[in-house]
């Protein structure tokens, strides 16, 4: 991605105004139109969005019911996934080669910095030939420089991909997603009518079973459903242009993100014609706040930890003699209930004199514990790379531990964190570690000894955590076979 070239805008005066003045007055009249949010979604965490892209006129209200939920929030990168209109690009996905744009509000900064690390890469590529009249990007410049100033964009075109081309744009998207990142998918939904090869009913009803194919797939996308919307596609034949732009979010967004649909229009909306129109729906990927107000201990009961670690062993074993891993639900009639909360989980194992035998875990509450618990441990006996896999005759000699988190919470500085009470991490140039709150006190260590190993931890130099890094902390609630009540 080359800093000093622009991009063309190939929309201004077409697909919406080309002043500045006229432009800033429409996006202002589309915000005045959307509802104020309810008081129940004032703290989520919003990881993504969807939203239509049709010139303002005929979707740009909808679009706004979406915009207008992030407006003003702290996000420095957008990533804008998007449909190619004009080029076959098979299983890749395609970036600017210029490194900004222009819209009649100013510049519009991409950001180079993630592009390089896509473009390491070979299913991310760069052309602007690609990216210069693709309607799918451009339409949502403007609202992004509206509710977000001061985000840069990293505008992503892809074709129609193969399942595990999804997937894996997906999870290299997930590499260079954090906290400050929002995902944003450009998207229509079907477009009936003959020039648009989908007249699957007729006239007299088209409307009607337009939306409702609309919002079955809608119920899909909600459900993270990627193998089933593909299956559904096929059935349906439905001309949403952006599934497969949307099948790559979910593979990139958090399973424990909701999706809410915030509007749904049609273009007959304003020019009443059932024989043909397209259809607009504009919705968001959530997170609710942690939930239990009490002390993290009195979140999981002796009992609720003893299910815990059974399951942990269990799914060690079964993985041991089915020469697989089982599937996350394999013992969900046996979790607990308060495991059914979404919580981030370590499953560390301990050789029988002590030493580590394998850990690996997830900070983000995704998931149910449950299902954390029962993938983490199979990961920490066959997948932490530090050791070789772990043997059947190894397998009654491990002693679990299970870490139970409470989700992330940024600091303001490092001098918040409190050693042996909170996990933590550290980011930094792209660098990335995170602790348990148990090393620390293990290992007895000062916090300033903690932040040394740490930022070694990451690949950075000791001191690197002083100046420049970022911290969250989380608290655990830790606990083993070692330390359960034999009975």
Known sequence: MDKTKKLENTLAGVWYPASRKALSNLLLNLAAGVPPAPPEDAEDRIAALIVPHAGYEWSGQTAAYAWERVRGKRYRRVILLAPTHRFPLGDTAVLPASGSTETPLGPVDFDAEAAEKLLESPLFKESDRVHEPEHSTQIQYPFIQSVLPEAKVLPIIVGPLSPEAARNIGEALRKITDKDTLAVVSSDFIHYGEDFGYTPFSPSDSLENAKRINMAAWELMKLHATDILIKFEQKTHATICGLDP??????LIPWSAEGKLLHYATSSDRAPDPER???YLSAMFSQKPFAHKG?????LSAGDKKALLAIARDSIAFALKEGKFPETDQFKERA???????MGAFVTLHSPDGSLRGCIGEIEPYRPLYQAVTQRACDAAFRDPRFPSLQAGEFQGIRIEISALTPAKPVKSWHEIVPGKHGMTLEKDGHFAVFLPQVATEQGWTLEETLTYLSRKA????????????FTVFEAIVFSEDAMPQT
């Open 295 to 299: 002390p993290v201990s009195e979140i």
């Open 336 to 342: 607990p209930e308060s495991s059914l909360a979404k």
């Open 277 to 279: 129109f397209v259809c």
């Open 459 to 470: 690949g950075l130099p000791p001191d690197a955590w002083r100046t420049g890094a970022e």
């Open 246 to 251: 949307i099948r790559v979010l979910m593979n």
